[in-house]
C-alpha cells in the first residue's frame, strides 16, 4: 500500500520517483515547470462556454448540459473532482433529461491541462456512465494526454497534501 492515497493504484517505481522529488522539496518546481500557464477559465459562465465548446467539438450528438459550474462543495477527501448527474422527469406529456456537470472549484487555480482532463472525463459521462474501456477510449478521443494529465494531476494532488498536511 502506497503511502500516497492518490498513487496507490501506480507502479512502484513512479511512487518512488515522486517520493524522491516530494523529499528532495522539488515536486513543486517539477510541476510548474511542467505545466507554467494559469487557466483562464475563472467563472461559472466561462467554464459553461469551455464545456458546451468542446462537447460540441467531440460530442455534437449529445445533448448539452443544463448546467455547468466550479463547485466548491466537492469532497476531495472522497476523491470526488467533479460530477455528472443525470435527472429524469415527467413534465407534461413528456420526459425531461438533465445533466449537470459540477467541476471541483480547486480547478480554477490549476493549470489549464488539467481542467482539460476532468471536463474531458465528465463530457465522456455524458455517453458513457460507466469507467469502462469505452469511457476512456472517449476521454483520449477528446484529450489526447488524459492518462499523463490524470497521473499528473494525482502527483499535484499529492504534493499539495503533503504541504498542507
Not at 523529499?23 to 515547470?33: C, I, K, P, T
Not at 505545466?35 to 466561462?46: G, M, R, T
Not at 429524469?88 to 471541483?104: D, F, M, P, Y
Not at 455524458?126 to 483520449?140: M, T
Request: charged fraction near 20%.
Amino acid at each position: 500500500m502506497s503511502k500516497h492515497r492518490y498513487l496507490a493504484a501506480y507502479p512502484p517505481h513512479l511512487v518512488e520517483r515522486v517520493t524522491t522529488l516530494l523529499d528532495e522539496g522539488r515536486l513543486g518546481a517539477w510541476l510548474q515547470q511542467r505545466y507554467p500557464n494559469a487557466n483562464p477559465v475563472q467563472s461559472d459562465a466561462a467554464l459553461y462556454d469551455y464545456v458546451l465548446s468542446r462537447k460540441q467539438r467531440f460530442l455534437r450528438n449529445t445533448p448539452p448540459p443544463s448546467k455547468v459550474l466550479y463547485d466548491n462543495q466537492l469532497d476531495l477527501v472522497g476523491g470526488t473532482l467533479g460530477s455528472s448527474t443525470f435527472a429524469s422527469r415527467v413534465q407534461g406529456g413528456k420526459l425531461k433529461c438533465k445533466n449537470e456537470i459540477r467541476i471541483a472549484a480547486m480547478f480554477r487555480a490549476l493549470p489549464p491541462e488539467f481542467l482539460a482532463m476532468i471536463v474531458a472525463h465528465e463530457l465522456a459521462h455524458l455517453k458513457e456512465k460507466d469507467h469502462n474501456k469505452a469511457f476512456y477510449q472517449l476521454c483520449c478521443h477528446m484529450e489526447p494526454d488524459y492518462h499523463q494529465l490524470e497521473f499528473d494531476l494525482r502527483v499535484w494532488l499529492t504534493w499539495q497534501e503533503h504541504a498542507n498536511g
